[in-house]
């Protein structure tokens, strides 16, 4: 099972939106609406931000949004702030033997 | 609010056995309806699933390229669950977390993470 594909970075200025992309195949990704995102500040352990495609758990801002089509699955940060300078990892369920598998992980930029 | 720590030696040699324990605070795992999940990830690089155990049966869950060196178990007696990586080398070199899991992934918990080193 190979890892899910991400950018290595993205970047933008506060207030503006980014798109964090993740593509997979239509065994992961696009079988199953059950991708998560994470977010991992530098030496800290990662943060869910969205499960299950879209839904947010609580206490994470409305800023985070999540969507996919196909085989791909994308994170949203709109209203970009210092704070959301961080990576971000993408997770699918994978229904095989092997049954997560992680995204290449994007680190973001906030200019 | 549930906790998770992992425990275990931070330095072990090459062809040595990787043992780490994951303690849950906080609240009961049996008959949660969870899961705990390894992960790890090494220095610079992404986040590898390991492996999960589901709470309530000890059923276990294990990556293919990882399958036949890696045991996880639960004593939920203790609030423990565990990971064991035989046959170690410079490769499994890594930050390893556990975390609890409901079905189909969402890793809501997670341990603050362990670095563990292997020498040659």
């Known amino acids: 099972q190979s890892a899910l594909t991400q950018p290595a970075s993205v970047s933008g200025s506060p207030g503006q939106s980014i798109t964090i992309s993740c593509t997979g195949a239509?065994?992961?990704?696009?079988?199953?609406?059950?991708v998560s995102w994470y977010q991992q500040h530098p030496g800290k352990a990662p943060r869910l931000m969205i499960y299950?495609?879209?839904n947010r758990p609580s206490g994470v801002s409305d800023r985070f949004s999540g969507s996919k089509s196909g085989n791909t699955a994308s994170l949203t940060i709109s209203g970009l702030q210092p704070e959301d300078e961080a990576d971000y990892y993408c997770?699918?369920?994978?229904?095989?033997?092997?049954?997560?598998?992680f995204g290449t992980g994007t680190k973001v930029t906030v200019l | 609010q549930l906790q998770l720590q992992e425990s275990g030696p931070g330095l072990i040699e090459s062809s040595e056995t990787l043992s780490l324990t994951c303690t849950v605070s906080?609240?009961?795992?049996?008959?949660?309806?969870?899961?705990g999940g390894w992960i790890r990830q090494p220095p610079g690089k992404g986040l590898e699933w390991i492996g999960s155990?589901?709470?309530?049966?000890?059923?276990?869950y294990y990556n293919t390229s990882l399958k036949s060196r890696v045991t996880i178990s639960v004593d939920t007696s203790r609030s423990q669950f565990s990971l064991k990586l035989i046959s170690v080398t410079a490769a499994d070199t890594a930050v390893y977390y556990c975390?609890?899991?409901?079905?189909?992934?969402?890793?809501?918990?997670w341990g603050q993470g362990t670095l563990v080193t292997v020498s040659s």
């Open positions: 975390a609890r899991h409901g079905d189909y992934g969402n890793y809501v918990q």
């Open positions: 906080g609240g009961s795992i049996s008959s949660s309806g969870y899961y």
């Open positions: 155990v589901y709470f309530n049966t000890g059923s276990t």
């Open positions: 239509s065994s992961d990704v696009g079988a199953y609406n059950y």
């Open positions: 299950g495609v879209s």
């Open positions: 997770n699918s369920y994978t229904g095989s033997s092997t049954l997560y598998v």
